[in-house]
């Protein structure tokens, strides 16, 4: 599945408005990330796996200052950058990301 979030395609499995999808769902599951494969936003590593029809790749740290996260609840892009540094939290809308996503840096970015 393709939903529309905030004017940018984001792909996975059962999804909401603000990118939560099937498989995390929690009120600040509310990022998309870019797969360096596809250059496609997914709500996680798992839809990609659900969805694309080829093997996941992480974005390399020379791709670190390109935009790569989407905020799905006001639609700011960050790279990783700012991601990595934001605190849990979208600095444009304050709203909080999951801190769990940063234990599973390795599934969507090269090591820092």
Do not use: Q
């Not at 995390?24 to 990609?48: F, G, P, Q």
């Not at 790569?68 to 609840?73: I, S």
Request: hydrophobic share 35%.
């Amino acid at each position: 599945m393709t939903r529309d979030v905030h004017g940018l395609p984001v792909r996975g499995v059962d999804l909401d408005p603000a990118t939560r999808c099937a498989h995390y769902h929690d009120e600040t599951d509310v990022v998309a990330i870019r797969a360096a494969c596809c250059d496609a936003y997914y709500a996680c590593h798992a839809c990609h796996a659900a969805v694309a029809d080829h093997t996941h790749e992480v974005i390399p740290t020379a791709e670190f200052d390109s935009a790569a996260v989407l905020c799905g609840a006001c639609g700011h892009r960050l790279t990783v950058r700012e991601y990595a540094d934001c605190e849990d939290a979208c600095p444009a809308c304050g709203h909080e990301f999951n801190p769990g996503c940063k234990r599973h840096w390795t599934r969507y970015f090269a090591p820092p």
